[in-house]
């Protein structure tokens, strides 16, 4: 195992899941539960550990790992799923191991992974997003540590492995926090009852990855595919007069188009979940690709320019009689990008991704020492109020 | 050439130059001098142009490059500079070409490469900020089209390539705006007069690229390298117990250093021009170097982990009798990063390297919708006054 493997995007441990579900038995997924304190990783985290001492995406910066493949064999041996608690406070006297030093508690969920995770797969392959509920603890008798539920907030529709039943889920309760859980994509604990009894279930929302649209194929589309790859982005390349194949010139992008200004809407899926970044160079491309992106459901238009250019657009709409109304405009960032005053292509690109993270993350994106309140802004869900306090 | 030969980092470039300056007489340097409206580039940004037509570096994102590739073809021929206008003023009647849709005039400087840009190779690998003053157009005798001068801040030397006269230049004029550009890494068009006649200069500012030092060899410090490297830092990684050799590790970096936390201050060269992350995940290692950092010139000290790690932190000097001062706490940034949202290795990564940047730049790093005036904070240097004009 090389150190990439590590640190790669979230996008690539999904993969490597996707690939693995269906060729090995012997691999063990292991996911953050719950953090008390503070960690480097939060619920939700995944890291994929195989037989021969290898992972792939990581939950710490790296000490922990080494107690997990331990633990990931006794799981394999098991063949049966483990929540195990690491507690990381740190206590200057007595600094575990070399220190890991995230200052939690952080709960951990082993499991052997298997054909019964393949529907969070299928989902995040069909950019649905999905809540995977687990049991962790369970009084109850028809519940027990492992089992699963599906929860797709698309559809409202709830799914188990295999022909488990669902009817002993507590469904009604489940709905709401799955829902905003899979939304944004975080995981939560949550405390329930079922026949009376306590049940304890880690809420895992696995949201369908954003979709960017970059239109345009300058050479100065390369690094803001790049990074926006690393950053989970599906990146579409739009090149619209076919000079350029987009997939030849942008290899890792997830797809290239040829197509013009017109047909647009019905060319590309333009939803909530979709952002645009519009780059063509071109000033008739680029008002008749802004046109159609702030008429349809996009949050997020980035328009590459300097702002003179876009008042002679908005200028050029008014002649045609189009009004661009104060939604549309709230959606258009142009110029485009964060100002961290880089001038390098790779600088320009750093600067549109990060926007594009906050915009995607609904943050305010100034210097994290000048916020109140914890680093990863946490959902907490509401658990059951009748359920049983241990 | 492929496509990544023309949006790479500027180190790239330089490295590229440094390559061929001793191997190939057949190259060209194009620059830019000079942009009236917006473009993509700013004065400065750099293309070097081969005799088989491929490129590394980029002046605007594809159009310009092909007429630059022909006109670097006469240049080659003719050995001599040459200042080229190109006019991208949009016309949505007559949209040049494919249309840049730079909406600007940019003045390129192309020149053959040859040994009289050795100077600026070797500053640049020095860490030491350099200007370069190019004479554009002359009405002066003693100075022709493409007559260079270095000046260096650092120690207020001015030199020439081989054995050219320094004397002839107008030195007390370029001191200051040479100094600021180089310092800012910018570039401007310098109108002066000498022997009473009116001479035109390019004044390139080339910046020592920063450094970068991090402090953990954990394995989320891949990709806060990799993203550094992208965006020119130089970037060090510092060990302090030897667990691990960092440039094993991590293959980009430009240094490894494996030392303790007591040494540091004669191991680093701690300069106003060094930037710090700190993340060793180790309390007690952290607070050492953040100790010794803050009481060093370096302008940023990034550290890794949540508000209330340095609030004991802040204890824990307390108790010593270490005192952290308001400046020291204006330069230490904790939690590190910008606030984009995202909890993925490089989703922090993205942020810590979003944040160096708007520091380094002297930004705020907000929405560029959001701010006044021009994208790129431009520099513009007093010319002489006493300067005939055109």
Redesign the interface.
Known sequence: MT??N?????TEVVQRVRERVETTETDVLATIVDVE??A???PG?KMLLDEEGGGVG?I????L?DELLRQAESVRESGRPELVTYDLM?D?DD?WG??????GIIDVLLEPLTERYQPAVDAFDAGEDVAIVTVLESDAESLSTGDRLYYYPDGDRFGTPGSEPVAVWPREKLREPAEELADRGRGDVLETTVEGERVDLFVDGLSAPPELVVF????????VVE?AK???FRVTVVSF?G?VDPEA??PSIDRGMTTSPGTLREDLDLDGNTYAVV????????RLAVDTLLESPVPYVGL??????FE?MLA?FETEGRQIDADERAK????????????????????I???L??V??????????E?EG????RVDVASDPDAPTS
């Open positions: 150190a990439s590590w640190s790669v995007p979230e304190g503070n480097y990783r939060r985290a990581s710490t910066a790296g000490c790992e740190e200057d600094v070399l220190g890991v030093g995230c200052n345009g194929t300058g050479h100065d589309v390369g690094p990074l690393l950053n989970d007069r000079g010139r942008f780059m063509t160079h071109n000033f008739v491309d680029d590459m320019g300097p702002r003179e250019r002679e050029k258009l960032y142009t110029p485009v990008g964060l100002d961290l005053g880089s001038g390098s292509p790779y600088g320009i690109a750093h600067s991704v990060a926007e993270l906050a995607v993350n609904d943050c305010e994106p100034r210097h994290l020492t916020r914890p680093v990863h802004g």
